[in-house]
DNA sequence: TAGTGTGAATTTCTTCACAGCG
DNA sequence: CGCTGTGAAGAAATTCACACTA
């Protein structure tokens, strides 16, 4: 068999940036439009040409040159990429405000990722009905990933629970986390590792508002 | 006046990293640690030493050769850096589930970003109280930034709502926006923007997943 | 002597610019 | 002719390694 994958690795700002590509081309796909150029696909997803150009060429060569791209087979491409074709269960851990609203959320089941467990540490929220799902014990994480299904853990938990949690996960099976606990986690080798901090996110953009209104003290002082 | 600020331009990368020694640190200080070495912080953060000295050189020459960071001390200076001085106000727009999680989520307050309005276009949600306050009216949202405040704008929107919201909180005068919107925002220069993409990261979690797969049947074929 | 601060080396990412193809 | 695909240049971020000093 040849190998299927002879093509240089995929940089990982590449690979975060196929999941916005995507995006904009099923929208694309959706009205109606069927080629694309890199100018044109780089203003829908907020880059430059020369980076579409180049991140797509990591995947093959799939543009006509002075036309551009088919909508639906760069589609295709991609969603072979992205792993499309497994949907990928998710099972959130820890259900207090946040962890309810992703498990209402319906962006994840939109776009391919199916929420299949919730778990709680909680004996008052063990049992009961979330989302048209029983909420069940992490004690019972074993069985829950017992099936073997590929499965990507999300915790939602306080950070004084997540690294205990992200261990349970690991130890269970599961190679793929997102970790929404304002908290470092760690993880073996192996085991993939992302980070959704909220309030971080926001300390940046206090620096940077800090920072101009320093910037603006500083200007009109030189002025004087 | 001498100028406060002739130390060279921290770059994002570091500026990224501060509110995690932050974080670390707070935890130090509050177990009653007075002094802490690059290493130590290092592994707190999840980083490795030689990045958190260079970030660290950044703000200036903080440290003890042969002893480490005061700890109290480094965080004073990473918190004027991030501008904790001024509590900077968070209004929150689109009170759909992500919305209403976030009115409830305390991690905001606790870190220095209080929530202070909250905003819906929806007549039906406008009126109602969530999390001890009156959610207002879009319309209003002039009004609500009137006091001139600094304040970062939140946008929780469904995807087609979101630049429109955001070229309203704009022209209101916001300067710093976090888009949680599955959709690309864009905004003036002048104006700081970050996002959070939610199901984006399950979809970079899905590649890592499908390539390890792929590599893994590979290997097996090479093994035949 | 232990650990900072930082130039220099390395790696990664971005952007340029243009040859080459449809 | 128009737009892709990509080497090469440039910029940013990371890591190394060690002089220096409290």
Do not use: S
């Given at each position: 068999m040849a190998p299927v994958s002879p093509r240089r690795r995929i940089p990982e700002a590449t690979v975060a940036r196929l999941p916005v590509y995507h995006r904009s081309l099923t929208e694309l796909k959706e009205s109606g439009v069927t080629t694309v150029s890199s100018e044109q696909l780089a203003d829908l997803a907020g880059v430059n040409a020369a980076k579409v150009r180049k991140d797509l060429s990591y995947l093959g060569s799939y543009g006509t040159r002075g036309v551009g791209y088919e909508v639906e087979y760069l589609l295709f491409q991609i969603d072979r990429e992205l792993g499309f074709a497994n949907d990928l269960g998710v099972v959130i851990v820890g259900l207090g405000n946040l962890g309810q609203a992703l498990a209402n959320y319906d962006g994840f089941g939109d776009r391919?990722?199916?929420?299949t467990a919730l778990v709680d540490a909680d004996p008052a929220k063990v049992g009961s009905t979330l989302h048209g799902m029983q909420v069940q014990h992490i004690d019972d994480i074993e069985s829950i990933f017992a099936d073997g299904d590929l499965t990507i853990g999300i915790i939602a938990t306080p950070a004084a629970a997540a690294q205990g949690v992200a261990d349970r996960l690991v130890a269970a099976g599961v190679r793929s986390i997102l970790n929404f606990a304002p908290t470092v986690v760690t993880v073996p080798d192996g085991v993939h590792l992302r980070k959704v901090d909220l309030a971080l996110e926001l300390q940046i953009l206090g620096f940077y508002e800090q920072r101009d209104a320093t910037e603006a003290v500083n200007a009109a002082d030189s002025d004087s």
């Open positions: 391919g990722f199916p929420v």
